[in-house]
């Protein structure tokens, strides 16, 4: 089934969130940048969970079921660590990282570049130089405002502690170079909340907690070939 379909059948809520951030997982799982199991994952962006679940199902990681909105760590056996309550998720990956010296992959929204447990785990993991690999879904939108932040001091952040930053878009162009490496790289990926669904992408709040019903089916054809 396509991913419209995919959601209709499992009723995931979260729509918008988790097609911001569904192109670049593709590219990220498919061809194998990160492979669970071999590597350490860590979600500080674990809702939008219906993209995670549509690609790993896709790629044979986890059965076809319902799982949780937001997915646990405990649900599934290769996430090592899923924040649920947003905004450690980049610690935690510091220490898991520290424990077993794996490639650790942490995925985050660029809202929790707010959160100060974020920027101190952005300070020691960039002065320690670990093997940390940071996607930041960079739509520049939360659900009751706008991003409060900008792209200048984010990326100089980063950068002043000792990471490798990269810039793109769903294209992807430069994740894999970023990934070959190591040591810290944060890739900051330019996405747009509910991109690939006119409907849902131009009034992304109504959609933040609605499933898509039957009759709503009709909305696209653009994600038929994900």
Not at 73 to 78: A, C, K, R, S
Not at 144 to 165: M, Q
Request: proline share 3%.
């Amino acid at each position: 089934m396509n991913y419209l379909e995919f959601i209709r059948h499992y009723q995931y809520t979260h729509i918008p969130s988790a097609l911001s951030q569904i192109y670049y997982l593709n590219n990220i799982f498919v061809n194998k940048l990160v492979k669970p199991y071999r590597d350490n994952i860590v979600l500080g962006k674990p809702f939008g969970h219906s993209a995670y679940y549509y690609i790993w199902d896709k790629l044979g990681y986890i059965s076809p079921q319902k799982y949780a909105d937001g997915v646990r760590h405990l649900e599934i056996d290769f996430v090592d660590f899923a924040d649920v309550t947003i905004g450690n998720a980049l610690g935690v990956a510091s220490g898991i990282e520290m424990g077993n010296g794996k490639m650790t992959y942490v995925n985050i929204s660029d809202s929790q570049l707010q959160m100060g447990a974020t920027l101190e785990a952005i300070q020691f993991i960039g002065r320690m130089g670990q093997n940390i690999k940071l996607t930041i879904d960079y739509n520049g939108e939360q659900l009751t405002s706008g991003l409060l932040t900008d792209i200048e001091a984010d990326t100089e952040f980063f950068r002043s502690n000792g990471w490798l930053v990269i810039q793109t878009d769903n294209e992807c162009i430069g994740m894999d170079y970023g990934f070959s490496l190591n040591g810290p790289v944060v890739v900051f990926v330019h996405t747009e909340k509910g991109e690939g669904i006119r409907e849902i992408q131009s009034d992304f709040e109504k959609w933040h907690y609605r499933p898509i019903g039957d009759e709503e089916m009709t909305m696209t054809k653009e994600l038929s070939e994900l």
